[in-house]
């Protein structure tokens, strides 16, 4: 078993694309009248579909004999991400998760869905639909609750997270070296071309802090305008 890697402007890349994105505009655009109709209940909903979908693909790997250490830890970016946003629908007041899911759900998901590589690929179709629903969701999620619920980004907000993250990298980079592992592609760039990744390790890191910080800062400021009226 290997991973799936859909190369940038393929035809399966443009279609996975539009209709991925597609959906979410449509999902954010009636999002307040999904919620009424919901009762308020809209993100304890996508919590609850994204923990079925993770409870799921837990329980397939370890029947199945694929769970190791090396590669099926929740310790990649998306994985943390979606670990938070399984619980974040039903403490949405939790600020600090609020906010790490806020940038690393929005960053992570994205490039996720626009440089996809589906790790441990067993060629089913659950499995490929799981990861775009499942990146579709811990990008969504965050932004339903700065849009729907009373959840705001505070001032240094996007730093502070950046701050959490590299304290996760510190973390887990020695961890990687331990255990033979890739975590969060700290020992190694990923294979899926990604525009993001320049040089080799560790250079390619040092330019991935740059951008990262930078993605962090824009995406405050686009929150930081008043889209709620917009929805």
């Not at 799936?4 to 991925?20: A, G, H, K, M, P």
């Not at 009762?39 to 979908?53: D, H, R």
């Not at 060629?123 to 705001?152: Q, T």
Request: charge should be neutral.
């Amino acid at each position: 078993m290997s991973d799936y890697i859909i190369d940038v402007l393929t035809n399966e890349w443009i279609r996975n694309i539009s209709i991925s994105f597609s959906l979410m505009i449509i999902f954010l655009s009636f999002g307040k009248r999904i919620n009424n109709f919901l009762g308020g209940s809209t993100a304890k909903i996508l919590s609850t579909v994204l923990i079925v979908l993770t409870i799921i693909s837990l329980v397939e790997s370890i029947v199945n004999n694929k769970w190791n250490i090396e590669t099926h830890l929740p310790l990649q970016l998306c994985g943390i991400s979606q670990y938070v946003a399984c619980f974040i629908g039903f403490f949405p007041k939790k600020k600090l998760l609020f906010e790490f899911l806020f940038f690393c759900g929005i960053s992570g998901g994205l490039v996720s869905i626009l440089t996809p590589q589906i790790t441990h690929y067993d060629g089913s179709m659950y499995a490929y639909l799981e990861y775009f629903i499942s990146h579709a969701l811990i990008f969504l999620i965050p932004v339903f609750l700065l849009i729907h619920s009373e959840n705001k980004l505070s001032r240094f907000s996007w730093f502070k997270v950046f701050l959490i993250l590299n304290v996760l990298m510190a973390l887990i980079m020695p961890l990687n070296f331990i255990l033979g592992s890739n975590y969060m592609y700290l020992n190694a760039p990923p294979e899926v071309e990604n525009p993001l990744i320049i040089g080799e390790w560790p250079y390619y890191l040092f330019y991935l802090e740059f951008f990262v910080v930078s993605i962090y800062y824009v995406i405050y400021v686009i929150a930081s305008f008043k889209y709620k009226r917009w929805w």
